[in-house]
Nanobody, 115 residues
Framework: QVQLVESGGGLVHTGGSLRLSCAASGIIFRFYAMGWYRQVPGKQRELVAT???????NYADFVKGRFTISRDNAKNTVYLQMNSLKPEDTAVYYC?????????WGQGTQVTVSS
């Protein structure tokens, strides 16, 4: 059974930092591209950052210079370090794993940035 379990969300003030983690099980983690997406009520889920199995990284323009995605294949975990947080970063953040036609999602973790 595949599980992606996010943690690290919470409430933070503007300018603060959070580090999200996503622990994967049930997949051969090192073969999967991993990503973070976010969604606010009434809007579509949007890409935040992705990291390929080879380590190639892609960021949405709105997080460049503020967020950092990384992965630890030994721990089957992907991270999202979020700095200089803004109220508009408030959303549920989801972990994603993709390999070919296989795609999995975590349950999400709430990030709230107060002004």
């Amino acid at each position: 059974q595949v599980q992606l379990v996010e943690s690290g969300g919470g409430l933070v003030h503007t300018g603060g930092s959070l580090r999200l983690s996503c622990a994967a099980s049930g997949i051969i983690f090192r073969f999967y591209a991993m990503g973070w997406y976010r969604q606010v009520p009434g809007k579509q889920r949007e890409l935040v950052a992705t990291i390929s199995y080879g380590g190639r990284i892609n960021y949405a323009d709105f997080v460049k210079g503020r967020f950092t995605i990384s992965r630890d294949n030994a721990k089957n975990t992907v991270y999202l370090q979020m700095n200089s947080l803004k109220p508009e970063d408030t959303a549920v953040y989801y972990c994603n794993a993709v390999r070919g036609y296989d795609e999995y999602w975590g349950q999400g973790t709430q990030v709230t940035v107060s002004s």
